[in-house]
Structures are given as structure tokens and as C-alpha cells.
């Protein structure tokens, strides 16, 4: 009972941080905005409590998890030193509360059932853009500066509603084909996931957010290597180290930056104003290197004047999570988060070595692109945000789902090497 419970709750958490209370406004009312924070808050406390009450919070000695806890904690006590006053103390309050209920799922729901709750909530809210876009076009369509025709659905831009169908369309391929009732899937099951695979990418595409592609390929390439035979797994590993090489090479000899423009390849990318932000941030750490500004520190009123002054617009947000964390929490800070992503990368590298399990191999599709998305969008540093619960949930689940799959692997090995002994102590028994 506590379970179903636990799961009800976990899939109103979701709606929550999909929510977004301004709806096209990226500026939500403040009330609204603190309703959200205080139905987060509620549904995090309850699942926190039915987890200690049920069985209490599992705490591991792991490093991808000691990393990660030290990561949040850190990042929450920075509210001490930051300029950011209340929104500060309640953006700690939340990253903290984030990093509760993640390791209550972790324990209470385990890995795979809580993909599943995600990957459904997920689908949702794709299906109900999708119905939006089409339904109410003034609403689900931009119109915005350079985002004329990109689709945003119900999602307060189209970065988001490209985010969460390329996790949908990922996740359609990595997941095992289960029925409600335990039954063997049929045509229909089958053309139900065909649906959702379908609908999340033409969301995806639509959005026009390059982001999103980029990290909906990602997965994809990612869930593929996991379920490849391990000899397939070596010759990659190789052929991509032996590849890796000349481009990273050929890419260090080509690379310029003029302004918002990075050449390299001879390919021009375009940042849309992120480098400007990224510079600015850096080259106001002088003295702060070590513990930055705190969180929600650097954006106060007088550094938007200043930068507006100084490049006549303005933008509160680096896009860019590693940057966020560098510039809010300083090399320390910095420190712990790839400390702690290196680990995890380690553990699913290994192993995905050895096992072969859907939700092992869409665990490590959807870090690597939580890892890699941060280069354009500021996801780590989004306290209620669906794609940052799923990243910190996952990674305290994960360690527990690969040692179950090993010890079930091991368990029938054990039934299969004992059956022979067993046929041939029959006759002496008799």
C-alpha cells in the first residue's frame, strides 16, 4: 500500500516540475511560482516520510554516491554566502529537498519502476503538446524573436518540450514491452509504443531546439552500445578512442571564437549570446574562485544593470550548468559535481561490460545526456526541474539495479551448474 502510495505521489511530483505556471510568460507570477515550490515541497515530504516509515533511506558508501551527496549539500549550505537573500535560501532549501526525495525513490521504487513512472508521465505531457500545438496554435507555437514556427506545447519554451520528447523517444526504445496485466505483449502494445516513439519525435523536431537533437542522438547511441555484445563493446571503444585522437586535434588547431561565434572545423557555430553570458560570469570571480558566489548569488539587480548597460540586453541564466556551478559555487563546487559524474560514468561503463538490461542501459543514456544537455542549458542548476530529479534519482538507484541484475545473473548460473549433480545422484540415491 505504502508503494502505490509512494508511486501516486511521485507521478503529482512529476506533473509539478513539468509545470509551468507562467505558461507562455517565461516571467510566471510570483505567487504562482511559490505555489509550485510549496506543492514540490509537499509531495517531496511525503514521499521522504513513507520511505523512512516503510523501510527507511538506504545511505551507500559508494563514490558515485558520497560524490553526489557532497555535490548537493555543498551546493545547499552555499546559500549562507550568497547575495541571493530568501530566493537564495529557497533555491538551497529545494536543491536539498531534491536530493531527499531522489534517494527516497532510489530506495522505496528502485530503478526500474521508477522509469517507468517517469517515462509515463513524460508521455503525457507530449501527447498533450502535441494535442495543444495543433488544438490551440497560439499557445503551443512560438512567435518569438528568431523562434517564429518552433513548437513549445505546454512547456514554457521550446528547449523544454524538446528535452522531455527526446527523453520520451529514447526511452521508448530502451524499455522492455510490459502489459498492466502481466501478459505477453500483443500488436497492440506494440503499436501503442510505435505512437509514442513517433510522437515524441516529431515534437522533438519540431521544437527546433538543436539541444534536444543532440542529446535525443546521444541516447539513442548510448542505449545501443549498452545492449551490444561485449566483443561489438571493445571494437568500439577502440575505433572511437583511435577516431577521438585526430578530430580532437584537428578540432584544437581550427577552434577560433569571435565574440558569440566559435569556429571550428570550419564549421561556425552560432551560441546566441551564451558566450558573452559565459565570459561575463568567469571574469567576475576574481577573488572567488574557490567558493563563487553562492547559489542563486551571482544574478542580483545590480550586475543585470550592469551587463545590460554594458551589452544593451540582458539575460539572468549562463545556459550552461558546469558554468552555473563554476561562477555560484566555485572550483569546489565544480569539483564535486564531475568527481561525481566520473564515477557514475565509470560504474555504468563497467557495467554495461556485463550485463545486458534495459533499464541499466537507459539509466546511462539519460546521464549522458544530462551530462552533455548542461553544455547549452543550465539543468543541474534547476532545483524542481523533471530532468534534474531523473538525474539525481537514477544515480542513486543505479548501483542498486546493476548488483540486483548480477545477483539474479549468478543465482541462475548457480541453478544451472548444480542441475547436472543433481540428474546424476539420482540412480545412487535409488
Not at 501503442?192 to 546521444?218: D, E, M, Q
Not at 585526430?246 to 561556425?268: K, S
Not at 550548468?321 to 555504468?348: D, N, Q, R
Not at 534534474?388 to 541453478?415: C, D, M, N, P, Y
Amino acid at each position: 500500500m505504502a508503494s502505490r502510495a509512494i508511486i501516486a505521489a511521485t507521478y503529482a511530483l512529476a506533473a509539478v516540475s513539468l509545470w509551468n505556471p507562467g505558461g507562455a510568460d517565461p516571467t510566471p507570477p510570483a505567487l504562482l511560482e511559490m505555489l509550485r515550490y510549496a506543492l514540490f515541497g509537499s509531495l517531496a515530504g511525503f514521499i521522504v516520510v513513507a520511505t523512512i516509515l516503510q523501510r527507511g533511506i538506504v545511505i551507500s558508501r559508494a563514490p558515485e554516491w558520497l560524490m553526489l551527496a557532497a555535490f548537493l549539500i555543498y551546493t545547499s549550505l552555499s546559500a549562507i554566502w550568497s547575495d541571493g537573500g530568501a530566493s537564495a535560501a529557497i533555491k538551497g532549501a529545494l536543491i536539498f529537498t531534491s536530493m531527499l526525495v531522489a534517494m527516497s525513490l532510489a530506495t522505496s521504487l528502485g530503478l526500474s519502476v521508477m522509469l517507468r513512472v517517469f517515462y509515463n508521465a513524460m508521455t503525457v505531457f507530449v501527447f498533450v503538446s502535441l494535442f495543444v500545438v495543433f488544438a490551440f496554435p497560439e499557445r503551443g507555437i512560438e512567435t518569438g524573436w528568431l523562434l517564429d514556427g518552433d513548437w513549445r506545447g505546454i512547456a514554457g519554451q521550446k528547449n523544454g518540450l524538446g528535452a522531455v520528447s527526446s527523453m520520451v523517444f529514447v526511452a521508448a526504445l530502451a524499455l522492455p514491452l510490459v502489459t498492466w496485466s502481466g501478459r505477453p505483449a500483443t500488436g497492440w502494445t506494440y503499436m501503442g509504443r510505435l505512437a509514442v516513439i513517433v510522437a515524441a519525435g516529431v515534437c522533438a523536431v519540431n521544437s527546433g531546439s538543436r539541444g534536444a537533437l543532440v542529446i535525443g542522438a546521444l541516447g539513442v547511441a548510448l542505449v545501443v552500445a549498452a545492449r551490444l555484445p561485449g566483443a561489438f563493446q571493445r571494437v568500439g571503444l577502440v575505433v572511437l578512442v583511435l577516431l577521438a585522437i585526430p578530430v580532437v586535434v584537428l578540432a584544437g588547431a581550427t577552434l577560433g571564437v569571435r565574440v558569440d561565434l566559435i569556429d571550428v572545423l570550419g564549421q561556425t557555430i552560432d551560441t546566441n549570446g551564451r558566450m558573452t553570458l559565459w565570459l561575463y560570469g568567469l571574469t567576475q570571480l576574481d577573488g572567488r574562485e574557490l567558493l563563487g558566489f553562492g547559489v542563486g548569488g551571482f544574478w542580483t539587480p545590480e550586475r543585470i544593470i550592469a551587463f545590460q548597460d554594458l551589452h544593451g540586453w540582458v539575460l539572468d541564466n549562463f545556459h550552461n550548468g558546469y558554468v552555473t556551478i563554476l561562477v555560484e559555487g566555485g572550483i569546489i563546487g565544480l569539483g564535486l559535481l564531475l568527481l561525481a559524474a566520473g564515477f557514475l560514468m565509470l560504474l555504468y561503463v563497467v557495467a554495461v561490460g556485463s550485463i545486458r538490461d534495459g533499464y541499466v542501459a537507459l539509466a546511462l543514456a539519460y546521464t549522458g545526456m544530462f551530462l552533455v544537455g548542461n553544455f547549452t542549458e543550465n539543468e543541474v542548476g534547476r532545483s524542481t526541474s523533471l530532468t534534474f530529479l531523473i538525474f539525481l534519482s537514477i544515480s542513486f538507484a543505479a548501483r542498486g539495479r546493476i548488483e540486483e541484475v548480477l545477483a539474479s545473473r549468478g543465482t541462475r548460473k548457480a541453478r544451472v551448474d548444480a542441475a547436472p549433480r543433481i540428474v546424476h545422484a539420482a540412480p545412487t540415491l535409488s
